[in-house]
């Protein structure tokens, strides 16, 4: 059984995916091609916002719009401690601070009820992460945000492809950011992210920090770098996406099976906010008291797990300098304690996802 079946997803839509490859490289327009303005405008057209703009990684695509912002030392951005690293190294690289709030208990997803103690004269933008496919409770984030002034950015790295309230993430915020890694909902075969917006002005400074800077050639209007995403990756990704939908119905069934079969356990499986239309379940992720039991039980048995995240980033070495203490985070620090990731992707049969859940079970 595969943790996530790219090599199955290859098989089943290779004849697409292998046109678009060798097209493009007989294009030979390796950088901007076509294909990188037809996926931008794909991809908008399906969230409902106006612009996007790909670029190089998840990580730059968090990257760039705190560069637009003009972030710099002295601000502070609000994140929360329970994501991958990449949301508070982007603060971190521009010298501002990030500053944590907690998660809530069951969405795992930053608690909005906490954010406003949290906020200073030097708080300039909110990042709250859409984490394992279900997004953080936006409406609410956007209402704080609108009265003190700030701006907000869904990480939605793991989130491109779930619905809240009719709406899409990554058309949720004044901007957002998503990861085509190869193992998120919607990867490709590298690296390569995008960003998403419906303000103009943030788009244009976006556009224009992901190429150098530049407004027309040799002309640098900004600060900027190169973080453009390759024709390549784009082609791929537009073959791959013709299918995005039916597989994104396929998870969310695959993870509603999941939590059936949980049902009466001691696992706590994903909860749903009322709010959530569609989970995307970048990681099917469950809560049990004897995580490494339970994994060592269920390595045994062939079957993959992952853990996201075990250790909450206010308590990693090489963020010392924050100060965080253990204690300081505790729903951050019980969930780290407690999660652990199982099985998922749109090809999961019911007879993969019996096995799983048996084999947790058995290991309780
Ligand atoms: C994957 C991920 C990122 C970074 O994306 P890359 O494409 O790997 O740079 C950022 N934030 C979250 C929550 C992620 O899961």
């Not at 501002?96 to 969405?107: C, G, L, M």
Request: hydrophobic share 40%; with cysteine; aromatic share 10%.
């Amino acid at each position: 059984m595969e943790y996530i079946d790219l090599k199955k997803q290859y098989k089943l839509y290779k004849e697409e995916i292998d046109k678009k490859i060798w097209d493009n490289i007989n294009n030979a327009t390796f950088i901007n091609g076509k294909d990188v303005t037809e996926l931008e405008n794909t991809l908008a057209s399906y969230l409902g916002v106006k612009y996007a703009v790909a670029c190089s990684t998840g990580t730059d695509a968090l990257l760039i719009p705190l560069m637009a912002y003009g972030i710099k030392a002295g601000d502070e951005v609000i994140t929360t401690p329970f994501t991958f690293a990449a949301t508070v190294e982007v603060i971190f690289m521009l010298g501002a601070k990030p500053v944590f709030v907690d998660i809530d208990e069951r969405t795992y997803n930053i608690d909005p009820s906490k954010i406003e103690a949290k906020i200073t004269k030097n708080t300039k933008g909110i990042i709250p992460v859409s984490l394992y496919g279900q997004t953080a409770d936006m409406d609410e984030i956007n209402r704080i945000a609108k009265n003190h002034n700030l701006f907000v950015m869904e990480d939605a790295c793991q989130s491109f492809g779930a619905i809240y309230k009719g709406k899409r993430s990554c058309a949720l915020s004044d901007v957002s950011a998503t990861s085509f890694f190869p193992s998120k909902p919607l990867g490709c075969y590298g690296d390569g992210g995008m960003m998403f917006t419906s303000n103009k002005d943030i788009y244009e400074k976006i556009k224009c920090i992901a190429n150098h800077g530049q407004q027309g050639r040799y002309n640098h209007v900004m600060l900027g770098l190169n973080f453009r995403l390759d024709t390549l990756q784009a082609g791929i990704m537009l073959a791959k996406f013709k299918y995005f939908e039916d597989e994104a119905e396929k998870r969310k069934a695959i993870g509603a099976k999941y939590t059936e079969a949980f049902k009466g356990s001691e696992v706590i499986a994903p909860y749903l906010a009322p709010y959530t239309d569609r989970s995307i379940y970048a990681q099917y992720s469950i809560r049990v008291k004897n995580r490494d039991a339970v994994i060592k039980k269920l390595t045994e048995k062939g079957i993959p797990t992952a853990v996201h995240y075990p250790v909450p980033l206010h308590l990693q070495p090489g963020y010392q300098y924050l100060g965080g203490k253990n204690g300081q985070y505790p729903v951050s620090e019980a969930v780290a304690n407690e999660i652990m990731s199982l099985p998922m992707h749109p090809f999961l049969t019911d007879e993969d996802i019996n096995t799983v859940v048996k084999a947790v079970k058995e290991a309780l």
